[in-house]
């Protein structure tokens, strides 16, 4: 099939190179223009630039799909439909009604939960334990389209935004080529959602701090659901002031502690929590790279009793 693609990041990355290796022609990707990175705020492509530019095939970066002249060069594409993983932009309906079979999403969640910007983090962060990848029909609605085909991949305690981030991107690469096939053999008309649908909303930097009055178990889900992008904070107390503190890693204890929560006790860099105590297992000062929490209590002033803000 000749197809557009639609994409920005790492995510979908695996999603364009899976339809590449499938022997769809991919005739134009679109992804978010360059954006300052780095300390130097160097503007840069965005993965799938990046990837589909070491491939050969033609990159667009308008600043929005809204824009006229947008629409307009999109329409004028000879294409039988278009694909869109992690794009990161609202589309019309001029641009929907385009491609000969229709625009197709791949979404991280199980529809209709999670519908929105950050459906990996706020599965893990909510205590799901399950999510998926799902290819939909898209409509004007935010990921409101009848649904192709369904993968589901189970949440482990052990798993970060990260982790799940990356099965899911193989998952979601795999079901692509299989609910092409169906589109466009006609077979693929998909199903309503079905169920009362939640959003997930973009994380703001305050949402990610951590509050110990909230039980281990929630930190726990809050931690790994927020590592390593953002990054669960706290405030650790220096001799040169209040510094913060990126949590990337925990686990639960089945200790209890009537200590202030927020504060270290003994064996480890264990936590006392509102409700029990957790045991925060790699973290990242401010400046600094990520360590161990063993690593870290060498060089840092954290003794039983302190407490983080």
């Known amino acids: 099939m000749r197809l557009a693609f639609m994409g920005t990041p790492e995510f979908a990355v695996k999603a364009l190179a899976e339809l590449v290796a499938s022997g769809h022609e991919i005739v134009c990707v679109y992804s978010q223009p360059p954006a300052p ?38 329409q004028a594409l000879d294409i039988d439909a278009c694909i869109v993983v992690a794009y990161g932009q609202i589309l019309k309906k001029e641009v929907l009604d385009h491609p000969r079979l229709g625009c197709f999403n791949l979404h991280a969640s199980l529809l209709p939960r999670w519908r929105g910007a950050a459906p990996i983090q706020r599965a893990i962060m909510a205590g799901d334990t399950h999510t998926g990848v799902e290819v939909m029909r898209m409509t004007e609605g935010l990921d409101e389209g009848a649904i192709i085909l369904t993968g589901r991949e189970e949440i482990t305690a052990e798993d970060t935004a990260q982790t799940l981030h990356d099965k899911l991107a193989m998952l979601g690469a795999s079901l692509l080529p299989v609910a092409l096939a169906a589109i466009e053999r006609g077979g693929a008309a ?10 997930a909303k973009k994380i703001t930097p305050e949402e990610a701090r951590i509050d110990w009055n909230r039980p281990a178990r929630d930190l726990d889900f809050h931690i790994r659901g927020l590592s390593p992008f953002p990054g669960a904070w706290c405030l650790l107390q220096t001799p040169k002031g209040e ?55 060498n060089g840092a002033a954290l003794e039983p009793g302190d407490i983080l803000l």
């Open 37 to 74: 990175k780095g300390r130097g705020q160097v503007l840069s492509p965005s993965p799938v630039h990046s990837f589909a530019q070491s491939l050969g095939i033609e990159v667009r970066t308008p600043k929005s799909m809204k824009a006229p002249e947008a629409i307009a060069e999109f």
């Open 190 to 199: 998909g199903q309503e959602q079905v169920g009362e649908p939640t959003y």
């Open 243 to 297: 510094q913060r503190l990126k949590v990337l890693m925990s686990r639960l204890t089945d200790e209890v502690s009537a200590e202030t929560p927020g504060t270290r006790l003994l064996g480890g860099l264990k936590i006392a929590t509102g409700d029990g105590i957790i045991e925060l297992l790699r973290v990242q000062r401010e400046g600094k790279a990520a360590q161990d929490a063993a690593d870290f209590l």
